[in-house]
């Protein structure tokens, strides 16, 4: 790995002697401009707008162009003698926690790496300190003649620094958000929920880029002398006015097909019917349970009919017979039903009842007639004995 710069990091008294390597590579692909008549290549030149003469290099400058149109070259040896502290040095400014650094703020990333061997020790010092702090480290260094913002972070063994933009180069969002009359249905949100939870988290090592990809394969099939066909565009282009809760809900059964199925997603809900008797069709797991309760409590009346000897399971199906010709679905008719069947069958068993007692007290009236009988005829025979 090519360095870039060399220079050190000021940390305190502390000086690190480190070596500046890129830590990211481009890899999107880089056309020519060429000449379609007959495929020369188009290339820019660096011509004086006064002469109207190419220049090269070696008499190019640089210079600094005022409001007024004014041009005040700027050489060089003008640069250089500016008073730069941090032009061989990232003097370290600080530490902050890393989520006070705006993700707006990062722009390219670099590696550091200890030059020499005497830059060993100081340099895994200043990483452990990072590590154990779990803190950033905000520094300031030149690069390609400017000034810039960094920071320190540990990455594995190693410390990376990432440039930052200056806060005053970040622009105001101003004008790009919605209009605030907006609102968002918490079953909107529900089902974003349910995307996000589908969906799930990230693998940024499986991605990469399709499209630099396809271009790839394209040059190669042309350089091969292969006929290339476009692959058709499924679906139509942004910018159309869409139902938002249909296409959460696509996007949740899509995201739910390409995992393998609905496992470990949303449970369906389907709505509870009524039917004869509080009866329920399939509706869920978890509503299962819930009708069976409450015919468990419709059929408790039955069990506290005047018949206490009469089985709950005959009274079931008499129950909903009655139930067929009362009125529909009353409760009031079913325990009209109940009653009067109820007091069917104990009908003949109190008249039977009754029988009985009349017997029992005809035999007791017929005793006594005969004990009245039998002391009338011996009451003579007891005056004789008397007299006598």
Known sequence: MRSI??????????????????????HSISFRQIHLADGGRIRYRKVCELDEQEVTTAETGKAFEDTDGTVIPVTDEDLASLPLPTAKTIEIEGFVPASAIDPLQLDSAYYLSANGVPAAKPYALLREALRRSEKVAVAKYALRGRERLGMLRVVDDVIAMHGLLWPDEIRAPEGVAPDSGVKIRDAELDLADALMNTLGEADLDTLHDDYREAVEE???????????????????????????????????????????GAGGGMAEV??????????TKKAGAGAKRTP??????????????PSKRTPSKRAAPKKEAAGTKAAPEKPTAKKAASKTTAAKKTAPRKSAAKKTAAKKSTTKSTAKTATKTAAKKSAPAARKRTSA
């Open 5 to 26: 710069w060399n220079g050190a990091i000021s940390f305190g008294l502390v000086s690190i002697p480190v070596k500046l390597m890129n830590a990211t590579e481009n």
């Open 292 to 305: 069976g309760k409450r015919a468990a409590s419709k059929r408790t009346p039955s069990k506290r009919t």
């Open 218 to 260: 394209l040059v190669t099939a042309k350089a091969a002398g292969e006929s290339v066909e476009a692959e058709e565009d499924e679906g139509e282009g942004g910018g159309q006015v869409i139902d938002l809760m249909a296409a959460l809900e696509s996007s949740v059964r899509a995201a739910k097909e390409s995992q393998g």
């Open 270 to 279: 389907h709505p509870i019917e009524s039917g004869r008797g509080g009866g």
